[in-house]
């Protein structure tokens, strides 16, 4: 069965940009989420998403969105792009929002400049 | 509410020696609670998890981790460590359908 895939793999943007990052869940997981990975600050949580409606999210300010789609797929959105932002945007999946266990995409490396 | 914290932001062993990576958590549920590697640019595996059953667990590659209620600790071991766990470690803990994760600790493996 094929992992988490998360597309593209490196990006850079300028500041003031927008980017969308894709993920796409195990086949048959239901639950998304999303986590910021920074030197500083490490692993964060950004949001969650289940049947296509955001469940759960972190402490982060309105320029970060989501969405699901109905094949369980899932873009995080991130607008007028700060220096800040640049960082490892990781997606895991799990089977239900009840399953503890989460599987890792392999990220997506954001650099603003 | 809950929070990890993971004593040592650097570890270094010699390859054969005894592996053992501190975790503590704060939870107010009975927690789940799991260890997950991460290797340079890639994203996090699973190494192992307690959900409530047994209090040894037992991961991938070697790695088993005793939750101990009474010290709220997930210390994570490996009894011979070899060069190919040189990678960061991260302890985590669960809330419903979101994990919280500690400041990950590197592993460093010298031969």
């Known amino acids: 069965k094929a992992g988490v895939t998360q597309t593209p793999r490196y990006l850079i943007k300028t500041r003031g940009q927008q980017v969308t990052l894709s993920c796409s869940p195990i086949?048959?997981?239901?639950?998304v989420s999303w986590y910021q990975q920074t030197p500083g600050q490490g692993l964060q949580f950004l949001f969650e998403?289940?049947?296509?409606?955001?469940?759960n999210k972190g402490n982060f300010p309105g320029r970060f969105s989501g969405r699901q789609f109905s094949n369980s797929r899932s873009e995080m959105n991130v607008s007028t792009l700060e220096l800040g932002d640049s960082a490892l945007y990781l997606c895991?999946?799990?089977?239900?929002?009840?399953?503890?266990?989460?599987?890792f995409g392999p990220g997506t490396r954001l650099t603003v400049t | 509410a809950q929070s990890v914290t993971q004593l040592g932001s650097h570890v270094s062993v010699s390859e054969g020696a005894l592996v053992l990576l501190r975790c503590n958590y704060s939870?107010?549920?009975?927690?789940?609670l799991f260890w997950y590697v991460q290797y340079p640019n890639q994203g996090l595996q699973l190494l192992l998890k307690?959900?409530?059953?047994?209090?040894l667990v037992k991961g991938i590659n070697g790695f088993e981790a005793e939750f101990k209620k009474s010290e709220t600790s997930f210390h994570l071991t490996k009894p011979s460590a070899h060069m190919s766990d040189a990678a960061e470690y991260f302890c985590?803990?669960?809330?419903?359908?979101?994990?919280?994760f500690g400041k990950g600790t590197m592993l460093l493996v010298s031969p």
């Open positions: 998403y289940f049947s296509e409606t955001q469940r």
């Open positions: 086949s048959g997981h239901r639950s």
């Open positions: 985590a803990v669960s809330g419903y359908s979101t994990l919280t």
């Open positions: 895991a999946s799990s089977l239900e929002r009840s399953s503890y266990e989460q599987y």
């Open positions: 939870s107010s549920v009975p927690p789940y």
């Open positions: 307690y959900t409530s059953a047994a209090t």
